[in-house]
């Protein structure tokens, strides 16, 4: 778990080259007792802050202290406005836990007079939910969230689909069939990506990954437990996975099936 005293080190040591601080990777953040003192730490250092949370954890007191901390973005993933259809996808989740959360967080943010966080609704359309998108927006309006968004879903074994995900409305898919028939990504996995340039992912124990794609954190690129962020990103592990993508993304997995390219929000 990450621990604040090695995350203050960290932002203490980029915040003037930093702009936007995502505080998720895998994992639910709010599980982090020290979560929102980091979100605070950061936020005084002039960082614009966001986070993505299942809500689950979204009591009075912490949703009283998430406006307190200065988190400017707050996504609330609901997949789903059936308990039968959220937890196909959010397996475990239970939906009156995340409408109670979103009611809390709404409920502070007015009770605070605050202007943040902007609160919103993710909703990652997949097949058994796509017909829940008009409804999802009325539940939106009825708690008071600042939007409401679609995302389109990331599919492992899209050729296949075994699991029934890929939506039949082609706006909400990453996905289309080519001309024999089979599932392509539609951005055409062209040998470029802004965020190899623009942005990365630091793992709770320090290690730096190319991006969220990475899911297994298995490209290691540097650790900044033993190394600078400076030498990190200018090393010859970073420029040599940047070329590599120049040259073939297809070859590299998790580029092969990733949304550069692609307009991953959907109105």
């Known amino acids: 778990m990450l621990q604040p005293s090695f995350f203050n080190e ?29 979100v605070s730490y950061a936020s005084k250092k002039g960082i614009y802050t966001a986070t993505s949370t299942n809500a689950h954890y979204l009591t009075e007191e912490n949703a009283k202290k998430t406006v307190e901390s200065g988190l400017d973005r707050l996504i609330i993933s609901i997949d789903g406005t059936t308990q039968e259809v ?25 009770e605070l007079k605050s202007k943040t966080p902007f609160i919103f609704f993710q909703f990652l359309v997949v097949k058994p939910n796509e017909h829940q998108i008009e409804d999802i927006k009325a539940l939106g309006a009825e708690i008071g969230v600042d939007a409401v968004r679609f ?33 392509q990504v539609k951005n055409g996995l062209g040998n470029h990506c802004w965020k190899l340039w623009h942005a990365n992912v630091i793992t709770w124990d320090g290690i730096v990954v190319p991006c969220c794609f990475d899911k297994d954190a298995t490209h290691q690129l540097g650790n900044l437990k033993n190394k600078s962020f400076t030498e990190v990103w200018d090393s010859k592990e970073y420029h040599a996975f940047r070329k590599n993508l120049m ?14 390219g692609l307009s991953v929000w959907e109105d």
């Open 86 to 110: 959220y937890e196909q996808y959010r397996v475990g989740g239970k939906l009156d836990k995340v409408m109670e959360g979103a009611r809390n967080i709404v409920k502070w943010k007015k």
């Open 247 to 260: 040259t073939s993304r297809k070859s590299i997995d998790i580029c092969a099936n990733c949304s550069e």
């Open 10 to 38: 960290t932002i203490d040591s980029v915040y003037k080259d930093l702009i936007y601080l995502i505080f998720y990777f895998q994992g639910e953040p709010y599980l982090n007792p020290a979560f929102l003192e980091m």
């Open 151 to 183: 995302k389109t879903a990331q599919v492992y074994d899209y050729a296949n689909d075994p699991h029934g995900l890929i939506p039949t409305n082609q706006k909400y898919s990453r996905y289309k069939k080519d001309s024999a028939g089979q599932m």
